[in-house]
């Protein structure tokens, strides 16, 4: 075995012992997800023969680098959050696909509200949000209490893991130096088949999961009224509430204008000077996700906030921005890890030892992704954990789409909600499940769905582009 071999090696037990010790520390300790990429980071640069003050300054140079791609999109993205939060345009989407869409339709309205709407607001809060429609919808349309809020949680989880500005995949596009408007287009891509995958299991088996806790407990989760009476309460409080166009222009601007940007970046790319130079600066400037998520959250703060005082108003957006401190940490300290991992050349070996491999480089990123999420719970420490560690490595290898690659870390970590999973907890309490087995096929199952139907979709995605 000659010297190179050797170093190689070491570097792979370092790494994979780095990584031991960050999932250890993470679901075992006090040592929080940042400090431990962090010490992750520095243990696979010294395994790999780095000099201890280069592995420190690759940890600083890549932090820095990942949160100046991205730190400002998530700080702004979760200021126009909380207004949409606060304001009740979220509510104001939800009774609007309601209506539309008409009675029998309620779950796929409400699916449809959570895919737009947890674009921007964190899944969380969304789902507390929209909770109490959910439980006036199952009284007042005899539909399954469990349908509609598994239905809805559905759809809220499923772009909350693939949709930038959503904290996850922004840290992944960041990490993988992908366009953010390409991966906002293939995340709703990739997750809308997943949606429809998760509303159609709420469909069918939220009525028997009800049926079974009531049958186990003697629980009746779903007391049912008159249609017509929710149409009455939803006309009292939706006069409460912003006009629909307002309420969701905050969101579909940014989109639009970042889409605009790619578009027209790719014309100029494969047919240059079809478009006139000054439209194409003009729309790199507010298409570019900062300038367009800024002009989303003027728009949120002078249409929806504008009942407000001033000081109600920078209030709610300093709370988005206190949620987002530690979201803008782990991002960073991800993009430290995969830093060192590319300074060191361990993302270079791993590459050449994976191209061998009878798998599709693809999968690599969303297995990480899976197993990390697994074992940890948490989506987002997952997403970065995939990205760090995978996108050095893709980086090494030949024609690797980045942004499906990102979108595999992102998606990856749809995988089996469970007991180490914030939102798994929320999804069940607020609808009132208690028993474990009852939680698993009310949430665990969905998910696991969602993430089988999205591996599908990337592997075909990726077979095609």
């Given at each position: 075995?000659?010297?190179?071999?050797?170093?190689?090696?070491?570097?792979?037990?370092?790494?994979?012992?780095?990584?031991?010790?960050?999932?250890?520390?993470?679901?075992?300790?006090?040592?929080?997800?940042?400090?431990?990429?962090?010490?992750?980071?520095?243990?696979?640069?010294?395994?790999?023969?780095?000099?201890?003050?280069?592995?420190?300054?690759?940890?600083?140079?890549?932090?820095?680098?990942?949160?100046?791609?991205?730190?400002?999109?998530?700080?702004?993205?979760?200021?126009?959050?909380?207004?949409?939060?606060?304001?009740?345009?979220?509510?104001?989407?939800?009774?609007?696909?309601?209506?539309?869409?008409?009675?029998?339709?309620?779950?796929?309205?409400?699916?449809?509200?959570?895919?737009?709407?947890?674009?921007?607001?964190?899944?969380?809060?969304?789902?507390?949000?929209?909770?109490?429609?959910?439980?006036?919808?199952?009284?007042?349309?005899?539909?399954?209490?469990?349908?509609?809020?598994?239905?809805?949680?559905?759809?809220?989880?499923?772009?909350?893991?693939?949709?930038?500005?959503?904290?996850?995949?922004?840290?992944?596009?960041?990490?993988?130096?992908?366009?953010?408007?390409?991966?906002?287009?293939?995340?709703?891509?990739?997750?809308?088949?997943?949606?429809?995958?998760?509303?159609?299991?709420?469909?069918?088996?939220?009525?028997?999961?009800?049926?079974?806790?009531?049958?186990?407990?003697?629980?009746?989760?779903?007391?049912?009224?008159?249609?017509?009476?929710?149409?009455?309460?939803?006309?009292?409080?939706?006069?409460?509430?912003?006009?629909?166009?307002?309420?969701?222009?905050?969101?579909?601007?940014?989109?639009?204008?970042?889409?605009?940007?790619?578009?027209?970046?790719?014309?100029?790319?494969?047919?240059?000077?079809?478009?006139?130079?000054?439209?194409?600066?003009?729309?790199?400037?507010?298409?570019?996700?900062?300038?367009?998520?800024?002009?989303?959250?003027?728009?949120?703060?002078?249409?929806?906030?504008?009942?407000?005082?001033?000081?109600?108003?920078?209030?709610?957006?300093?709370?988005?921005?206190?949620?987002?401190?530690?979201?803008?940490?782990?991002?960073?300290?991800?993009?430290?890890?995969?830093?060192?991992?590319?300074?060191?050349?361990?993302?270079?070996?791993?590459?050449?030892?994976?191209?061998?491999?009878?798998?599709?480089?693809?999968l690599i990123p969303f297995v990480i992704a899976t197993i990390v999420r697994l074992i940890q719970g948490s989506g987002t420490v997952a997403i970065i954990t995939s990205a760090s560690i995978s996108a050095p490595?893709?980086?090494?290898?030949?024609?690797?789409?980045?942004?499906?690659?990102?979108?595999?870390?992102?998606?990856?970590?749809?995988?089996?909600?469970?007991?180490?999973?914030?939102?798994?907890?929320?999804?069940?309490?607020?609808?009132?499940?208690?028993?474990?087995?009852?939680?698993?096929?009310?949430?665990?199952?969905?998910?696991?769905?969602?993430?089988?139907?999205?591996?599908?979709?990337?592997?075909?995605a990726n077979a095609l582009v």
């Amino acid at each position: 075995m000659n010297g190179l071999e050797a170093s190689e090696i070491g570097a792979l037990v370092g790494l994979t012992a780095a990584v031991a010790l960050l999932i250890f520390f993470v679901i075992r300790t006090k040592i929080h997800a940042v400090l431990a990429l962090v010490i992750a980071a520095s243990i696979a640069g010294l395994a790999a023969g780095m000099a201890p003050d280069a592995v420190i300054q690759a940890i600083t140079t890549s932090f820095g680098s990942t949160l100046g791609t991205i730190g400002l999109v998530i700080g702004m993205g979760v200021m126009m959050g909380r207004i949409l939060e606060v304001s009740g345009a979220a509510e104001k989407l939800a009774y609007s696909l309601i209506r539309v869409l008409g009675k029998g339709k309620e779950e796929w309205a409400l699916a449809g509200a959570g895919f737009v709407i947890s674009i921007p607001i964190f899944v969380d809060s969304a789902f507390v949000i929209l909770q109490p429609l959910v439980r006036s919808l199952a009284r007042t349309s005899r539909r399954s209490i469990l349908t509609l809020g598994i239905a809805l949680a559905g759809g809220l989880v499923v772009t909350h893991h693939a949709v930038p500005p959503t904290p996850g995949p922004l840290g992944a596009a960041g990490i993988f130096d992908v366009n953010v408007g390409e991966m906002i287009l293939w995340g709703l891509i990739l997750s809308f088949p997943a949606m429809i995958a998760v509303t159609l299991y709420a469909k069918v088996m939220g009525p028997k999961i009800e049926a079974m806790i009531e049958r186990d407990t003697g629980e009746r989760l779903s007391p049912a009224e008159a249609f017509g009476e929710f149409q009455e309460r939803a006309a009292v409080r939706e006069r409460e509430l912003p006009g629909l166009f307002i309420s969701i222009l905050p969101i579909l601007l940014p989109i639009v204008l970042i889409f605009l940007n790619t578009f027209s970046a790719t014309m100029v790319e494969n047919n240059e000077g079809a478009l006139p130079a000054g439209l194409v600066s003009t729309l790199a400037f507010i298409g570019n996700p900062v300038i367009a998520l800024l002009l989303g959250v003027l728009v949120a703060i002078y249409g929806l906030a504008r009942n407000q005082s001033r000081q109600e108003t920078l209030d709610d957006m300093e709370f988005g921005v206190q949620s987002a401190g530690i979201i803008l940490l782990v991002t960073g300290a991800g993009g430290a890890l995969g830093g060192v991992l590319r300074e060191s050349g361990t993302a270079e070996s791993i590459g050449q030892a994976v191209a061998g491999l009878p798998l599709p480089t693809i999968l690599i990123p969303f297995v990480i992704a899976t197993i990390v999420r697994l074992i940890q719970g948490s989506g987002t420490v997952a997403i970065i954990t995939s990205a760090s560690i995978s996108a050095p490595i893709l980086a090494a290898m030949p024609d690797v789409n980045m942004v499906l690659a990102a979108q595999a870390a992102a998606l990856g970590s749809l995988f089996f909600g469970y007991f180490n999973d914030s939102f798994f907890w929320v999804v069940n309490r607020m609808l009132g499940i208690k028993n474990a087995k009852h939680q698993i096929l009310a949430w665990s199952i969905p998910t696991t769905i969602a993430w089988a139907t999205t591996l599908v979709a990337l592997l075909i995605a990726n077979a095609l582009v």
